[in-house]
């Protein structure tokens, strides 16, 4: 299975920053150390035409060119700096690779990336550009380029189990019948002011495993008899982890390792393509958080190895 990473483009945060920028570093080493079967890639830099899928041409060259306002880097919560604009691309660049890699192998997944507070013309809540909602349009660009007119377009179904909604993919889907956005997030926490998903569940302070999977499985089963995807993009957040310092729900390292594998087998009994990304974690032991992250993978991989069993080709089923 292939894995995209960009944790060597270090933002020069302050010490006392609480995004914890360390995890992706760990969280690759942590691969390399115990899953050799992940085959860890560097993730390329995406375009202003990929990123212009998605954002606005004057937003793109805002990040870019470092004229982005005082209040607008306080938005996102990053001050501005060429190592932003770098590993924001890059960001991006991994789950594009993810996706293409899925829709040839069936699983694939980006080492970062779920940034979904990022709307077209803005970003937010350590969100730059919406890395999920680029690499669904440029999937749905290059399958139509391919596939000419002889099949109908794809459609895509994003997957938010992030504690956070994302607010900023919804507002960028909002009026696209061929993207599905479900979030599954905490209904009092951040973003505050939070855009209608085509599907959102809204979950109480102190929420525990088997309320959540209850949820889920509700949820998936709506989603199953609304919309039939072509593809599907996951954000695994883990901040839904009990000791996650920003998640106020409850789960345990085992209701998330099972909320990953419901997630990995509704795909797969359906024959579709899946990317990843880790999308939030805030864990107040990094190690926690890694160990959350690290478990998807571990999951992952027993899927990656049935379609590599399975032989069958994701554009063939």
């Not at 969280?27 to 998605?54: K, W, Y």
């Not at 440029?138 to 956070?164: M, Y």
């Not at 990953?260 to 032991?285: H, N, Q, T």
Request: net charge negative.
């Amino acid at each position: 299975m292939k894995a995209f990473y960009s944790d060597h483009f270090v933002l020069p945060l302050p010490s006392e920053h609480r995004f914890p920028m360390a995890k992706y570093a760990f969280l690759r080493d942590q691969i390399q150390q115990t899953l050799p079967a992940v085959q860890l890639m560097e993730a390329p830099s995406a375009s202003d035409g990929e990123l212009a899928l998605a954002h606005s041409p004057s937003y793109i060259a805002s990040i870019t060119d470092g004229s982005l306002s005082a209040a607008a880097q306080r938005e996102i919560g990053f001050p501005w700096s060429s190592a932003m604009v770098a590993r924001s691309r890059r960001s991006v660049g991994a789950t594009v690779a993810a996706v293409r890699c899925a829709m040839v192998d069936g699983l694939a997944a980006n080492l970062a990336g779920g940034t979904h507070h990022a709307s077209a013309d803005k970003g937010g809540g350590f969100c730059v550009f919406n890395d999920v909602a680029v690499a669904a349009r440029l999937a749905q660009a290059e399958w139509g380029r391919q596939a000419g007119s002889l099949r109908p377009a794809l459609k895509v179904a994003v997957i938010d189990l992030d504690v956070h909604q994302g607010n900023g993919t919804a507002s960028i889907f909002r009026d696209d019948p061929s993207v599905f956005t479900l979030s599954l997030h905490g209904e009092k926490n951040f973003p505050f002011r939070k855009e209608s998903s085509d599907l959102d569940v809204a979950l109480p302070d102190g929420c525990t495993d088997a309320d959540y999977m209850s949820a889920l499985e509700r949820a998936l089963e709506e989603l199953a008899n609304r919309f039939q995807p072509g593809l599907v993009i996951y954000l695994a957040g883990a901040d839904p982890f009990v000791g996650d310092r920003l998640g106020r729900l409850h789960l345990s390292f085992d209701g998330l390792e099972a909320r990953d594998r419901r997630i990995f087998d509704w795909c797969f009994e359906r024959r579709i393509p899946l990317a990843f990304v880790m999308a939030g974690g805030y864990g107040v032991k990094i190690e926690e958080t890694v160990q959350v992250q690290l478990n998807t993978y571990r999951v992952a991989l027993e899927y990656s190895a049935r379609w590599r069993a399975g032989k069958i080709s994701p554009r063939d089923s």
